[in-house]
């Protein structure tokens, strides 16, 4: 069965760094489209980025741009979001999603999602 596990959350001040992970079994990862998605209590997933099979086509919320780098290692099985100059309005449980086919922003779009990991910056 298709597992996404997510790592790298933790606590970090505003201004700090963090790189999260996703590691992927169970598909052919490199045949597919990998996003990051965010959600605070009581909203739904936001998109923050997501990153072609072919490592080059990219796409980033307006909210993340500059600050957020997605990239992926097809020979690990491995989606990165490198997140830096972090700020408290980041604070959300960050998942990774896979899906086939083109690029997406919406998170109905995918059909396979982690379980999550969760990111709080402080003030």
């Known amino acids: 069965q298709v597992q996404l596990v997510e790592s790298g959350g933790g606590l970090v001040q505003a201004g700090g760094s963090l790189r999260l992970s996703c590691a992927a079994s169970?598909?052919?990862?490199?045949?597919?489209?990998m996003g990051w998605f965010r959600q605070a209590p009581g909203t739904e997933p936001e998109f923050v980025a997501a990153?072609?099979?072919?490592?080059?086509?990219?796409n980033y919320a307006d909210s993340v741009k500059g600050r957020f780098t997605i990239s992926r290692d097809n020979a690990k099985n491995t989606v990165y979001l490198q997140m830096n100059s972090l700020n408290p309005e980041d604070t959300a449980a960050y998942y990774c999603?896979?899906?086939?086919?083109?690029?997406?922003?919406?998170?109905?779009?995918?059909?396979?999602w982690g379980q999550g990991t969760q990111v709080l910056v402080s003030s």
């Open positions: 999603a896979a899906r086939r086919e083109s690029m997406a922003t919406i998170y109905q779009a995918y059909l396979y």
């Open positions: 169970g598909l052919t990862f490199s045949t597919y489209v």
């Open positions: 990153i072609h099979w072919n490592g080059r086509d990219k």
